[in-house]
């Protein structure tokens, strides 16, 4: 597609309930990004993967929380037995290039998010 | 520790009008900056960024924004507002990995 999809767009979890969220990059791009968005929050980085590989998972807030991309291409987020607090809007971006100070176009595209809302 | 601080939570102006939302930043060095507009229910959008090679950005939408080293600011600026600018934005840097750092937003308000 042309730029970065996300599903599902709405989430609605039971508390307990198991999600997960997938994200589709633009093709081709290298880096990809989850964040997370809580309401009236500016968006908080979750994890970053290059290519397959998970390069730094710091700001996943708990072990509930985990992320894959297998085939360096498509990724999910997944939560483990959702709590009222994982309440947020779950963003995904992708970049083309590896390093910032390239030079090159590491502009990251964002899709629309995921909002899930557990109840 | 590196960050970015968005001075103002909500703007409000009127159409043709200038508008001004102010960022500062910390950083130990010379950091990449950029700001992001989010439409209601849209993804982010990139509007400019600043990556050290001219200190004043010109972006989308009519928007440039200044990088001032000696007061350490990233303010975005557009000469006149129009109804469509009414969004919220995010002040943001990067590491080296790309992973991006934002400010806690500006609601921006347009009244006709």
């Known amino acids: 597609g042309a730029g970065v999809s996300q599903s599902p767009r709405y989430k609605v979890a039971k508390r307990g309930q198991d999600v997960a969220l997938r994200c589709d990059p633009i093709?081709?791009?290298?880096?990809l990004f989850w964040y997370q968005q809580a309401l009236g929050q500016g968006p908080e980085f979750l994890t970053y993967?290059?290519?397959?590989?998970?390069?730094?998972k710091s700001g996943l807030p708990s072990d509930r929380f985990f992320a894959e991309r297998p085939e360096g291409s498509v990724s999910t987020l997944k939560i483990q037995r959702t709590q009222q607090e994982d309440s947020a809007v779950y963003l995904c971006?992708?970049?083309?290039?590896?390093?910032?100070?390239?030079?090159?176009?590491?502009?990251?595209?964002f899709g629309q998010g995921t909002r899930l809302t557990v109840v | 520790a590196q960050s970015v601080t968005q001075l103002d939570s909500h703007v409000s102006v009127s159409e043709g009008t200038p508008v001004l939302l102010r960022c500062n930043y910390s950083s130990s060095y010379s950091p990449s900056l950029f700001w992001y507009v989010q439409h209601p229910n849209k993804g982010l959008q990139l509007l400019l960024k600043y990556t050290s090679a001219a200190t004043l950005v010109k972006g989308i939408n009519g928007f440039e924004a200044e990088f001032k080293k000696s007061e350490t600011s990233f303010h975005l600026t557009k000469p006149s507002a129009h109804m469509s600018d009414a969004a919220e934005y995010f002040c943001?840097?990067?590491?080296?990995?790309?992973?991006?750092?934002f400010g806690a937003g500006t609601q921006v308000v347009v009244t006709p």
């Open positions: 993967f290059q290519n397959e590989a998970q390069l730094d």
């Open positions: 971006a992708s970049s083309l290039s590896l390093i910032v100070e390239s030079g090159a176009n590491t502009e990251a595209f």
């Open positions: 093709s081709g791009h290298v880096s």
């Open positions: 943001s840097y990067t590491d080296s990995w790309g992973k991006l750092q």
